[in-house]
C-alpha cells in the first residue's frame, strides 16, 4: 500500500501521525534561524502551503507545558530533513511558548459577525492556553482578564490587544518569549473590501499588530502568511523590523509550492512518470525568486486521480479553493486597453508591469498597474523575467499554466454569457431567417470587437460564443454538438413546431484573415457533403436553411445556403 494523499490536510502533526505522504519543508524552519527575522510576512497564493507550514513550524517551536507532550511533538521530526542540521537549531525545539492564529474563517457579510469569529480564534487560542492560569506568577487581575477573553466576554479594545497580553502571560509563566505565528491575515480584509466594511476591520486588525508585534516586548519573534502585502500605512504602521517576503524573492523561494524534482519524487513514488508532461504543462509555471514552483495542491489533486487511473484527465482543481472574485471583476470592468492585455496573455504573451508591493484593495482599481500586480501576488500572473529600470523592478508577467488559463476563460465564457443576455439580437435573427449573410456577418464582427476574445482553445471559444447569441431567441431551440466526428453539425437552430424554420450551422477557425471566404465556404459544404440536414428531415422539419461561419480572431465571414441543394 502506497501513503495516503493530504488532501485538505494542514495538520503537521495529523500528516505525519497517519501516514500521509510528505514532502519534506523543514529546511524552512532552519532559513528562518540563520537569517533571524524579527517579524516575517510572507506573502504566497491561496493553497501555496502557507497553512501547513505553519503548523510545522507551531509543533516545532512549541513548548506546551508538558513534558510528555513535548516529547510527542519531538518525534514528529525524526528523519526530516531539519534533524540533520545540528544541534545549533534542534535545540530550538519545544522551546517557546507559541501563539497560533488563523484568520481564514473571517468571511463574513457584516463587520459585526467577522469581528465576532476573530474574537472566537482569539478567543480559542487563549483556552488552549489556560493551563498557565495555575502558575502563581500571573497576578490575580491579569488571570480574570484572561479567562473573559478566553470566555469572549471581553470588550473590544481587550480583543485588539490580546495578543500583546497573551504572550506577556506566557513570558511571566514559563519567563520565554513567545513565538507569534498568524496565518492568512489578509482573508478578513479581502472579505470585508468586497463586503463593503474594509475601513472597520482594517481598524482592528491594525490594532491588534501594532499591539503584538510593534510594542511587544515579549515576542521572540512572528511568521504571519497572506496573499498579499497590505500597505504598510494602512496595516503595518511603524513595524520597521517587518521582514516581508512575497513571490518576488529569492529567500525561502522553495519553501512554499513543490519544485520540480519534488513533484518527479512524488510520480516516481505512485509510479505514475508517464504524466509528467501533463502535469508539468497543467500546474508548473510559477517562478518564486529564481525557483521553479508546481501549484501544490493542484499536484496532489492530479495525483490522487492519477494514482486511480493513470490516464485520468487532468482538471482545474485550483478554481475552486479561490474566490477568483479579482479575475471576475478584471473582466467585468475591462476597457479595450485591458480586453487586449488580456488577450496577448492568453496567447502566450507577456505584459510589462511595474511592482508595486505596498498597495490596498482600495487602490485595486486606480491604475492598470495596481491590478495587475494583485494578479500577480495572488498566482494569476507568474513572472518570466523582470528587470531595473530608473529605480523601479519591472516585471515581465504571463499567464502561469494550463490550469490558471482555464479559470480565465471559464470566467471570459461567463461573463460573455451574462453579456449577450443583456443584448438584443432581433436583427441578427431577422436577418438569418431572410437568408442575409452580410447582414449576419456586420452583427457578428460588431460583438466579437467589443468582446474578450481567446484562441488558443478558439473552437471552444466561437462555439461558446454563437451557441450564447443563437440561444437568446424566444423563438427556437438551439443544440449544440461540441462532439466532432459524429455525424453531426456544431449547431442546429430549429422551431419548436416541424412546420417552422430550422438552420444548421458550421463552425470554422482559419489560420489567417485571408482564409476566411474560403473557410466559411467550406463550411456550408461540409454541411451537404456530409448530410447534416438528414436529422433535420427525419424528424419533419420542411424549411430547413444551412450556414457556414469562419472566424479569424475579431473577424468572422458568413455564407449562406439552402437546405434543398
Same mark, same amino acid.
Given at each position: 500500500?502506497?501513503?495516503?494523499?493530504?488532501?485538505?490536510?494542514?495538520?503537521?502533526?495529523?500528516?505525519?501521525?497517519?501516514?500521509?505522504?510528505?514532502?519534506?519543508?523543514?529546511?524552512?524552519?532552519?532559513?528562518?534561524?540563520?537569517?533571524?527575522?524579527?517579524?516575517?510576512?510572507?506573502?504566497?497564493?491561496r493553497r501555496f502551503g502557507k497553512t501547513l507550514n505553519l503548523s510545522m513550524?507551531?509543533?516545532?517551536?512549541?513548548?506546551?507545558?508538558?513534558?510528555?507532550?513535548?516529547?510527542?511533538?519531538?518525534?514528529?521530526?525524526?528523519?526530516?530533513?531539519?534533524?540533520?542540521?545540528?544541534?545549533? %537549531?534542534?535545540?530550538?525545539?519545544?522551546?517557546?511558548?507559541?501563539?497560533?492564529?488563523?484568520?481564514?474563517?473571517?468571511?463574513?457579510?457584516?463587520?459585526?459577525?467577522?469581528?465576532?469569529k476573530l474574537r472566537k480564534a482569539i478567543a480559542d487560542e487563549f483556552q488552549?492556553?489556560?493551563?498557565?492560569?495555575?502558575?502563581?506568577?500571573?497576578?490575580?487581575?491579569?488571570?480574570?482578564?484572561?479567562?473573559?477573553?478566553?470566555?469572549?466576554?471581553?470588550?473590544?479594545?481587550?480583543?485588539?490587544?490580546?495578543?500583546?497580553?497573551?504572550?506577556?502571560?506566557?513570558?511571566?509563566?514559563?519567563?520565554?518569549?513567545?513565538?507569534?505565528?498568524?496565518?492568512? %491575515?489578509?482573508?478578513?480584509?479581502?472579505?470585508?473590501?468586497?463586503?463593503?466594511?474594509?475601513?472597520?476591520?482594517?481598524?482592528?486588525?491594525?490594532?491588534?499588530?501594532?499591539?503584538?508585534?510593534?510594542?511587544?516586548?515579549?515576542?521572540?519573534?512572528?511568521?504571519?502568511?497572506?496573499?498579499?502585502?497590505?500597505?504598510?500605512?494602512?496595516?503595518?504602521?511603524?513595524?520597521?523590523?517587518?521582514?516581508?517576503?512575497?513571490?518576488?524573492?529569492?529567500?525561502?523561494?522553495?519553501?512554499?509550492?513543490?519544485?520540480?524534482?519534488?513533484?518527479?519524487?512524488?510520480?516516481?513514488?505512485?509510479?505514475?512518470?508517464?504524466?509528467?508532461?501533463?502535469?508539468?504543462?497543467?500546474?508548473?509555471?510559477?517562478?518564486?525568486?529564481?525557483?521553479?514552483?508546481?501549484?501544490?495542491?493542484?499536484?496532489?489533486?492530479?495525483?490522487?486521480?492519477? %494514482?486511480?487511473?493513470?490516464?485520468?484527465?487532468?482538471?482545474?482543481?485550483?478554481?475552486?479553493?479561490?474566490?477568483?472574485?479579482?479575475?471576475?471583476?478584471?473582466?467585468?470592468?475591462?476597457?479595450?486597453?485591458?480586453?487586449?492585455?488580456?488577450?496577448?496573455?492568453?496567447?502566450?504573451?507577456?505584459?510589462?508591469?511595474?511592482?508595486?508591493?505596498?498597495?490596498?484593495?482600495?487602490?485595486?482599481?486606480?491604475?492598470?498597474?495596481?491590478?495587475?500586480?494583485?494578479?500577480?501576488?495572488?498566482?494569476?500572473?507568474?513572472?518570466?523575467?523582470?528587470?531595473?529600470?530608473?529605480?523601479?523592478?519591472?516585471?515581465?508577467?504571463?499567464?502561469?499554466?494550463?490550469?490558471?488559463?482555464?479559470?480565465?476563460?471559464?470566467?471570459?465564457?461567463?461573463?460573455?454569457?451574462?453579456?449577450?443576455?443583456?443584448?438584443?439580437?432581433?436583427?441578427? %435573427?431577422?436577418?438569418?431567417?431572410?437568408?442575409?449573410?452580410?447582414?449576419?456577418?456586420?452583427?457578428?464582427?460588431?460583438?466579437?470587437?467589443?468582446?474578450?476574445?481567446?484562441?488558443?482553445?478558439?473552437?471552444?471559444?466561437?462555439?461558446?460564443?454563437?451557441?450564447?447569441?443563437?440561444?437568446?431567441?424566444?423563438?427556437?431551440?438551439?443544440?449544440?454538438?461540441?462532439?466532432?466526428?459524429?455525424?453531426?453539425?456544431?449547431?442546429?437552430?430549429?422551431?419548436?413546431?416541424?412546420?417552422?424554420?430550422?438552420?444548421?450551422?458550421?463552425?470554422?477557425?482559419?489560420?489567417?484573415?485571408?482564409?476566411?471566404?474560403?473557410?466559411?465556404?467550406?463550411?456550408?459544404?461540409?454541411?451537404?457533403?456530409?448530410?447534416?440536414?438528414?436529422?433535420?428531415?427525419?424528424?419533419?422539419?420542411?424549411?430547413?436553411?444551412?450556414?457556414?461561419?469562419?472566424?479569424?480572431?475579431?473577424?468572422?465571414?458568413?455564407?449562406?445556403?439552402?437546405?434543398?441543394?
Open positions: 500500500m502506497k501513503k495516503p494523499l493530504p488532501i485538505g490536510v494542514d495538520n503537521f502533526e495529523d500528516i505525519v501521525q497517519s501516514g500521509y505522504y510528505y514532502v519534506d519543508k523543514t529546511m524552512f524552519i532552519k532559513e528562518l534561524l540563520d537569517l533571524k527575522g524579527k517579524v516575517n510576512l510572507f506573502t504566497r497564493p513550524l507551531r509543533y516545532f517551536y512549541e513548548d506546551t507545558g508538558d513534558i510528555k507532550k513535548n516529547e510527542e511533538h519531538k518525534s514528529l521530526f525524526q528523519g526530516l530533513k531539519i534533524m540533520e542540521q545540528g544541534e545549533i %537549531y534542534t535545540e530550538h525545539m519545544g522551546n517557546y511558548p507559541v501563539i497560533n492564529l488563523t484568520f481564514k474563517s473571517a468571511k463574513q457579510p457584516g463587520f459585526e459577525s467577522a469581528y465576532s488552549r492556553h489556560q493551563y498557565i492560569l495555575s502558575y502563581e506568577k500571573i497576578n490575580e487581575g491579569d488571570k480574570k482578564l484572561f479567562q473573559k477573553i478566553a470566555d469572549r466576554k471581553a470588550e473590544y479594545d481587550d480583543y485588539s490587544g490580546a495578543l500583546e497580553f497573551l504572550s506577556k502571560c506566557l513570558y511571566q509563566a514559563t519567563e520565554k518569549k513567545t513565538v507569534i505565528l498568524i496565518d492568512e %491575515y489578509d482573508v478578513p480584509l479581502e472579505n470585508a473590501y468586497f463586503r463593503g466594511f474594509y475601513e472597520e476591520m482594517v481598524d482592528f486588525i491594525r490594532s491588534v499588530f501594532e499591539s503584538a508585534l510593534k510594542t511587544n516586548e515579549y515576542l521572540q519573534f512572528a511568521v504571519i502568511t497572506g496573499c498579499l502585502r497590505i500597505s504598510k500605512e494602512s496595516i503595518f504602521t511603524g513595524l520597521n523590523h517587518l521582514n516581508i517576503i512575497s513571490v518576488l524573492d529569492k529567500k525561502y523561494s522553495e519553501h512554499f509550492g513543490f519544485t520540480e524534482q519534488e513533484v518527479i519524487r512524488m510520480m516516481s513514488y505512485y509510479e505514475v512518470e508517464s504524466r509528467f508532461s501533463t502535469m508539468k504543462e497543467w500546474y508548473d509555471g510559477y517562478l518564486f525568486g529564481d525557483t521553479e514552483v508546481y501549484n501544490p495542491w493542484s499536484v496532489i489533486k492530479f495525483l490522487y486521480d492519477l %494514482y486511480s487511473d493513470v490516464e485520468a484527465f487532468p482538471h482545474p482543481y485550483w478554481i475552486n479553493t479561490s474566490s477568483n472574485d479579482i479575475i471576475k471583476d478584471l473582466i467585468t470592468r475591462a476597457d479595450r486597453e485591458t480586453m487586449g492585455q488580456i488577450e496577448t496573455l492568453l496567447s502566450g504573451g507577456t505584459l510589462e508591469i511595474q511592482v508595486h508591493e505596498e498597495v490596498t484593495y482600495g487602490d485595486m482599481y486606480s491604475n492598470g498597474e495596481n491590478l495587475w500586480n494583485f494578479l500577480y501576488f495572488t498566482g494569476y500572473l507568474t513572472k518570466e523575467s523582470e528587470y531595473f529600470k530608473e529605480s523601479s523592478i519591472f516585471l515581465r508577467a504571463r499567464i502561469p499554466d494550463t490550469e490558471v488559463k482555464t479559470i480565465y476563460q471559464n470566467t471570459i465564457l461567463n461573463w460573455l454569457k451574462a453579456s449577450i443576455k443583456k443584448e438584443d439580437f432581433h436583427d441578427l %435573427y431577422r436577418a438569418m431567417e431572410e437568408g442575409n449573410a452580410q447582414r449576419m456577418t456586420d452583427i457578428l464582427n460588431g460583438q466579437l470587437f467589443r468582446t474578450i476574445s481567446f484562441y488558443d482553445s478558439a473552437e471552444n471559444f466561437y462555439h461558446g460564443f454563437l451557441t450564447g447569441i443563437l440561444s437568446q431567441s424566444e423563438n427556437y431551440l438551439v443544440k449544440s454538438n461540441r462532439e466532432s466526428g459524429n455525424g453531426r453539425s456544431d449547431i442546429m437552430v430549429r422551431s419548436p413546431s416541424l412546420r417552422g424554420r430550422s438552420f444548421i450551422v458550421e463552425v470554422k477557425v482559419s489560420d489567417s484573415v485571408d482564409d476566411l471566404e474560403n473557410d466559411a465556404e467550406n463550411a456550408l459544404n461540409q454541411i451537404y457533403d456530409k448530410r447534416y440536414m438528414e436529422e433535420l428531415r427525419t424528424e419533419g422539419y420542411k424549411k430547413i436553411d444551412c450556414y457556414g461561419i469562419a472566424f479569424y480572431r475579431k473577424d468572422c465571414e458568413v455564407r449562406f445556403g439552402e437546405g434543398q441543394k
